[in-house]
């Protein structure tokens, strides 16, 4: 079976609940589907992490399966601020990565294996051990490019099938989610439908993603209209503006296209206010206002 990968952000304030216990162990559970296999068995999450965190390495292998006491759940703290407490990576790997204006620049991956965090009674974090990876993006005289690297979670079982540069290009992906979700709230209305029936609000999911799909076929057709205050940029290479100005030009498109409803007609006129009619002045009501203690208030005609 295909593997699903899903990468949460965990990088801005407010998401960083991603990376917590609360939420991997959520993501990590027990549920099945119908027939009866757990649903997070070909799913592998990935999610970064802050930079100040402690994790764990893997607890050492005891030889005697008789020991007194309670198991070891953690080995060693691993401390992301402190390189002395990394060891050595279980896997390393190089690529290349091209920015949006073309720079290419080297990335160096590191990640080690089996790792652990902190759980708690309703989240054994411990059962659930996960790959973490880190991101170090240099330049071509081998300085980092950002003042601080990245790490990344990869949690599931089968997590150790997708490879370390796999990692990273998969949550590279999430700036065009990202930009989706963004622009249809904002301007395709993604979350203003409200409905109590889950299918019907899949349904206008769908539609709202029909509606993004047009503006990017469209990108080429429409005549760019920027703001006043805004540059104007040039095409690309494939004639593709964005689609938040696609979407200001669209009207131009449906003009062009027509519609098959007959235009319409008129239907008379109201007849409005007789000549010479005055309707009467509004009955005017005495105002309420609260009273002192022992007084009783007026009472309305």
């Not at 290479?237 to 498109?253: A, D, H």
């Not at 239907?267 to 309707?279: D, F, I, L, M, T």
Request: aromatic letters at 10%.
């Amino acid at each position: 079976m295909d593997i699903r990968v899903r990468c949460w952000p965990a990088c801005r304030r407010g998401d960083s609940d991603y990376s917590a216990r609360t939420f991997l162990g959520e993501t990590c559970g027990d549920e099945t589907d119908e027939a009866g296999k757990k649903k997070s068995d070909d799913l592998v999450g990935i999610v970064r992490s802050a930079g100040n965190r402690t994790f764990y390495h893997a607890p050492p292998e005891i030889a005697s399966k008789k020991s007194v006491g309670h198991p070891i759940w953690y080995g060693e703290p691993f401390r992301l601020p402190d390189e002395e407490t990394w060891g050595e990576p279980d896997e390393e790997e190089w690529t290349v990565w091209t920015t949006h204006r073309g720079k290419k620049r080297t990335v160096r991956l590191r990640g080690w294996h089996n790792t652990r965090m902190r759980g708690a009674k309703e989240y054994p974090m411990h059962e659930y051990p996960f790959t973490l990876i880190r991101a170090d993006v240099l330049d071509k005289k081998g300085k980092p490019v950002f003042k601080r690297p990245m790490w990344l979670i990869v949690m599931g079982k089968r997590r150790e099938e997708v490879s370390l540069v796999e990692v990273w290009e998969a949550y590279g992906q999430r700036v065009d989610l990202e930009h989706y979700f963004r622009f249809g709230k904002q301007k395709l209305l993604l979350n203003a439908y409200q409905t109590p029936d889950v299918e019907h609000e899949e349904n206008w999911g769908q539609i709202v993603q029909l509606a993004y799909i047009l503006l990017w076929l469209a990108s080429g057709l429409v005549e760019d209209m920027p703001r006043p205050w805004e540059k104007s940029e040039p095409r690309g290479k494939e004639g593709v503006v964005s689609p938040g100005r696609t979407q200001r030009g669209f009207g131009g498109i449906i003009s062009q296209c027509g519609t098959p409803a007959k235009a319409p007609k008129p239907r008379g006129y109201s007849p409005g206010r007789a000549k010479g009619e005055k309707p009467g002045t509004r009955k005017r009501h005495p105002v309420i206002k609260k009273g002192k203690k022992g007084k009783k208030l007026p009472v309305a005609a």
